[in-house]
């Protein structure tokens, strides 16, 4: 049995990270000694984390860290993992927007709704070409997303209808489809993946003796309240289980006939397609 111990505090915004556990590094994107020194100590931290760019020199006293259409940040010597959103209070500008932007100018947030113009935030969905409609993307086996191990989720609300969300805790839209499904009445089984190097926080939210809070402080950033050592192996189970479905984002939503929608879809959407209807 795989076990967690865990840290004296885990911080939902800021987390630090022991040696030895890292990331797979795109080394044609590296340009700097320093990018270079970071990129070899995330490989050694966060090797389930695939690295598409490191840039130390963009940000002051940071390192700007690509995986892929996230970004996060670390310190220059790569012990804290920082994610968020970075503002210039001089300029008045919102850095980590400007740079999603420049990321993916042509990609909107797929389902519709206010958030389309704006670039995500750090641990944005998989989005959608400009244009397309809120369709079902996928199909999973019900069966095999039903044999998934207890261990690896936390249920929350009440309905006769139930969804499965393979989630990041620090994916703004996560959170948001989060919230969102709070006020429906359906059962919720939550499966985190670390899309972005949050591990530590979803073990310790797995290992809570009181998991419906800890999902709630991991959204809000703040500490989480752990508890003993305890099985974290269904962890491993959810990001295998997402490999295989090439679930390479969040939020991914699996409904109980397996129809798959991935990133943040708005309330009536949402109300609509658990009923089985596709918009």
Partial sequence: MKKYTPLAKVTG????????????????????P???????????????????????A????????????????VDEGARYLIIGRVYDMETKQDLTAARLLEMNPDMLVGGGGAADNAPAPPGRPGAQPKGAAPTIDAQ????A??????????TLGRGSKTLTVFSDFRCGYCKRLHET???????????????????????????SPDKKRAVNQAYDGGSITTGGDCDTSGL??????????????T?????????????????????????????
């Fill in 58 to 73: 963009r940000i002051d006293g940071v390192c700007e860290v690509q995986a892929k259409q996230n970004l996060f940040y």
């Fill in 140 to 143: 999973v086996d019900p069966a």
């Fill in 251 to 279: 939020p991914v939503i699996v409904r109980e006939d397996g129809a798959v929608v991935h990133g943040y879809r708005p309330r009536e959407f949402l109300e609509n397609w658990i009923k089985g209807n596709a918009s």
């Fill in 145 to 154: 997303l039903g044999a998934l191990p207890k261990n690896g989720a936390v």
């Fill in 181 to 207: 499904l709070e006020t429906l009445d359906v059962k919720v089984v939550e499966r985190p993946i670390s899309v972005l190097g949050t591990r530590p926080i979803s073990e310790a939210v797995i290992c």
């Fill in 34 to 56: 320093a990018d270079s020194t970071v990129a070899k100590a995330l490989a050694d931290r966060l090797p389930k984390t695939e690295i598409t760019a490191v840039d130390c």
């Fill in 236 to 249: 491993d189970a959810n990001e295998a289980f997402a490999r295989k479905h090439g679930f390479t984002g």
């Fill in 13 to 32: 915004g800021i987390a630090t990270l022991a040696a030895g556990s890292g990331v797979a590094v795109a080394a044609a994107a590296l340009v700097s």
